[in-house]
């Protein structure tokens, strides 16, 4: 690559995201189903993790579902929900734009190597995380994005005017707890792949 | 990076997928949006373009959004749609999941050197293609993914039952097709921030 990674640099950084992760994890703020994979992923030398979700559900308003100037979050959560929630978000939202979206688990990863950045990537891939990839090179890191492909974006106001029928909230519910369900389950693969491809050839 | 690229293996892709990009504009099946970026690209001696779409609108019925085993295909538009293309499939479609999708404007771009694939990912980010990546390393080349963020994925019909009110269909439309024009202006930015960045240091 054009920059080579500074091992002294990569390495303090590494050290700063050990400290804040372990703070994490003590104030209970740490996402506990990423919790295995994460210390896995730390744990080797030349890997280190910047940041990470589990996947999860949001209700919120804003222009397009990208924005996130003036966006106003009324639901984030990593684990399936019910029909109540939303019904009681739409009874008090007034909103231009409101938008019901499901993110699939994504992991930022810091590689000392271009070529364990490019392990990890492909191992990833393989296993259904269909949108990873390179997305920065540094003095201080080769940095990997790692994102499943489970999602959805769905507009519940538009133009102001609620769009969905009501009755079919509960659908729309279910099948959106299943695929955040479907997609944890990636955690776990990736973890155990990981396992299987590195742990055998030593740290 | 693990593998070097081999000069002879890439240059003989990058033939090959010059005379396929030829027959596709004679004949027509290229998208005439893309054509000025495409051919810019591949003017440059260390870039080809394996594959690229503009944008579009889709509507199909699989199990979710990102199956393609035994999915059925009812709309598939580079442009904006109307509101009665929509109707019509609704009147029809009898599936139990029906998913209406806008993608957004995506290339693969095949780089000689990592320094290429870098320069042109760092491009993209900046003007707003925010899901792009390096997705591979291989003796034919390293491939760059070019992902804008424009994207909805909205269930229609979901356990077979239509989910989405019927009055509501011109509202989505519309935003659909506002998206889609907006994701197509990328297209030109990017144009120009290539001919700005790479044209003035020369081939």
Redesign the interface.
């Known amino acids: 690559?054009?920059e080579t990674v500074d091992y002294n640099a990569w390495f303090n950084r590494k050290k700063a995201f050990l400290r804040r992760l372990k703070k994490d994890m003590e104030t209970g703020y740490f996402d506990k189903e990423l919790e295995t994979l994460i210390l896995l992923l730390n744990g080797f030398n030349d890997v280190f993790t910047t940041s990470s979700c589990s996947g999860r559900i949001m209700v919120f308003s804003s222009k397009?579902?990208?924005d996130r100037k003036s966006i106003k979050v009324y639901l984030k959560s990593h684990d399936p929900i019910s029909v109540g929630n939303l019904e009681k978000i739409l009874e008090v939202s007034d909103d231009k734009n409101l938008w019901f979206v499901l993110q699939p688990p994504i992991f930022h990863v810091s590689c000392l190597t271009?070529?364990r950045a490019?392990e990890l990537?492909?191992i990833a891939?393989n296993i259904g995380f269909?949108?990873?990839?390179?997305?920065?090179?540094a003095r201080t890191g080769i940095v990997v994005?790692l994102?499943s492909?489970?999602?959805?974006?769905?507009?519940l106001r538009?133009?102001g005017?609620f769009?969905?029928?009501k009755s079919?909230l509960k659908?729309?519910v279910?099948?959106a707890n299943k695929?955040l369900l479907d997609s944890k389950k990636k955690i776990f693969k990736l973890e155990t792949e990981i396992r299987k491809n590195w742990l055998k050839s030593g740290r």
Chains 1, 2 share one sequence.
């Open positions: 690559m054009q397009r579902p990208w271009p070529t490019q990537l492909k891939r269909k949108h990873s990839g390179i997305i920065s090179f994005e994102r492909n489970e999602h959805l974006e769905v507009p538009l133009y005017k769009i969905y029928r079919s659908s729309l279910k099948w695929l």
